[in-house]
DNA sequence: GGGAAAGCGGAGCGGCGCTCCGTTCGGATG
DNA sequence: CATCCGAACGGAGCGCCGCTCCGCTTTCCC
């Protein structure tokens, strides 16, 4: 989906040196603009705030699903590329999949209403669920796999559901004092982790 | 909020018939919409469902949670009554527990969006979630202190945070169908139930 | 320098929530 | 039954938003 690299000597076309520039203005005039107002803010106000017309921010980003991936792709690669080093470095598969998902809420939970546009039905916003799934389901599959395979969890669960119901536990994170999503994920853990013997 | 009783001697003028009437026809189309296109369908589309102007849904449920409400209070009452009777009724406070949870979630998860429009931050909704926490909180408490003061669930759980925990995973259980909420907050309640000793 | 193609921008359309006010109608009164 | 008045009605209208479309500008290759 919308690759940004570009090999130096493709001999396709490259890329107009204004568009390149209004991509950028655009990538941090969203940044801006989804912490003030969260992601699902007016497109006029990011489009106006970049100093672009609307017809440039839709030309760049088709869906509003495309420029929230745009701003957060280096938090998701670097959320992803994590995992596989927390396997490395924790004494044990479990400890290594808390810790994970530990930076996974943080994602989540950071940014302004992401979690919610995630899990919202409305139209566009498809392809950001499925963009957090093509990435980290896969980082997630690999440390349950791992956790069930030393026996730390109990066989069965559901790498999809699990990750989805965290995600969904994240929603609301951010405002309500009352309301910590990580307390509840611990609690979930302790629910999938196999009892101590058989 | 909004009480829809009257006593039938009271000295305050009764409301006229036609405006009784037209309560009731916006209820039933509102229900009917619910289903076929959620709980965020248009305003102008439950009005005409139900053969009315849009100033006389206005007038009756001044915000779209008032609406919402009115069409599950019913359900929510029999929701909130269920919690004392399945304390009786059960074997344990924490069976009792998982039982009433369980009807929650059907309430969620079977009507389209609920879940959603709950959690949803967007305006006129603080006071669909303000009702369900008035009305089900306080079963909440009784049933989970009820668990604790039996040994059932670890002390220093928060009703309140549970609640919401298992009103966020109830989102989106109604479509996807790899995701099944009951199968998390089977596991969440897991984790919070107290370890066998000490 | 010149011209084609890539890129730009914003007027405009349809849909929505919500308000406001001229019109209608129910029902108490004599 | 005729009268009246305030409760209730309804929909035109306003502002906001997402998204498209097309005439204009800029870039860049020769």
Redesign the pocket.
Known sequence: MAGVEQSPQTPA???????R??QQKLLDAAAEVFVSSGV?A???EIASRA??????I???F???ADLVIAVFRHQVEECAEAGPRLLAEEDSPFAALRRWIGLFVDLLVTKHGLAEALHSEA??FASLHAYFLDRLLPVAEQLLGAAVDAGEVRPGTQPYELMRGIGNLCVGGDTDPRYDPRRLIELLLRGIQAPPAA
Chains 1, 2 share one sequence.
Do not use: L, S
């Open positions: 076309r490259a890329k107009r040196a204004d568009a520039r209004n699902d007016p497109i006029r100093g672009v017309g609307m017809g440039t839709y030309r760049h088709p869906t509003r139209e566009g």
